[in-house]
């Protein structure tokens, strides 16, 4: 039962690119510094250092630019690539190799592992397709976050740790939390997830996180279990008030009406999922990377352009 549960939540990725539609795309590295300036600069090449538009395309070298605005003198221009000032810039790898892994990774639904990546493209040695990996996970994070409108849906989870991989039946009960990293996520129904790594789930943690991610004029209700760290939410105080409705796990219940986490909780199971049975293990350190790449995907299962947006978060 909770098993078919899982499954029927998780979200469906609707757009997808398929190998041949990539193939079509970038079929060679001019064709990936091509969509690159394109992504970078719709209109014209502008000089990454001074913002000029009077830039030279040099004619040796395609794709790369001179500005004489600000370069030493004269004669010495200001010369800068297509990568310039993106991750792509200063690694041996071409740019067709990132956007290969890039195509993997946002094409797998829970992930996919740096070893499976470097056997696929072959890309060197395994730290190659890793440090990629990594690269790119970094540059999925949103500069562009929207508050969240709406039903809202708020919970928190642990990554990491034996136990969460145990059935509920199997589970010891009493389950400490040590070793795990706890996670705390908000999703609108029908809209986007935001989620991030805590410290700890107290009330100070819980309460800002969620104040922060809906937006207070235009959430409808916001949803979450009975942890004592959002009680504060539906009252006014010092802060203002929102509009919290509790489902309350302890005495058995988890849908009441519209008061469900069952999207956010489709969200958790596709990202453990992916932990487990992608990275096996996540640390730490990384686990905010892992959490950009799964949130990434989520936020954008509707955009057609899928490439367009990390492309130009690199
Ligand atoms: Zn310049």
Redesign the pocket.
């Known amino acids: 039962m909770a098993k078919n549960n899982q499954a029927e939540h998780e979200p469906k990725l609707v757009k997808q690119l398929t190998l041949a539609g990539f193939d079509r795309m970038f079929p060679d590295e001019n064709a990936c510094k091509a969509y690159l300036r394109d992504r970078r600069w719709p209109k014209d090449v502008r000089?990454p250092?001074?913002?000029?538009e009077k830039?030279y395309a040099s004619k040796a070298r395609p794709f790369h630019w001179q500005?004489t605005?600000?370069?030493k003198t004269k004669r010495a221009p200001?010369r800068f690539s297509v990568t310039v000032n993106t991750v792509f810039e200063n690694t041996n790898y071409k740019l067709l190799i990132w956007f290969r892994v890039l195509y993997l990774m946002l094409a797998s639904k829970k992930g996919i592992s740096a070893l499976q990546i470097h056997r696929m493209i072959g890309s060197g040695s395994y730290r190659t397709a890793w440090f990629i990996c990594h690269r790119l996970r970094a540059g999925l994070a949103d500069p562009e976050f929207r508050q969240l409108m709406g039903i809202v849906e708020v919970d928190e989870t642990f990554i990491g740790g034996k136990e969460a991989n145990k059935h509920k039946s199997k589970r010891t009960g009493n389950v400490g939390t040590a070793g795990k990293i706890p996670v705390i996520g908000a999703i609108a129904r029908k809209g986007n997830v935001v989620c991030q790594m805590i410290e700890n789930t107290d009330t100070a943690t819980l309460d800002s996180f969620v104040r922060k991610a809906v937006n207070r004029e235009r959430v409808d209700l916001v949803a979450t279990d009975e942890h004592s760290g959002y009680r504060l939410l539906g009252l006014g105080g010092d802060q203002f008030a929102l509009p919290r409705s509790v489902i309350r796990h302890t005495s058995g219940e988890y849908v009441r009406g519209i008061v469900h986490p069952n999207t956010i909780e489709g969200f958790w199971s596709l990202l453990k999922r992916g932990v487990i049975g992608t990275y096996h293990k996540v640390s730490k350190k990384y686990l905010p990377l892992y959490l950009n790449e799964f949130a990434f995907r989520f936020n954008n299962r509707n955009t057609e352009d899928i490439f367009g947006a990390p492309i130009r978060g690199c």
Do not use: D
Not at 49 to 52: A, Q, W
């Open positions: 000089c250092r001074c913002g000029n830039v500005c605005n600000c370069g200001y």
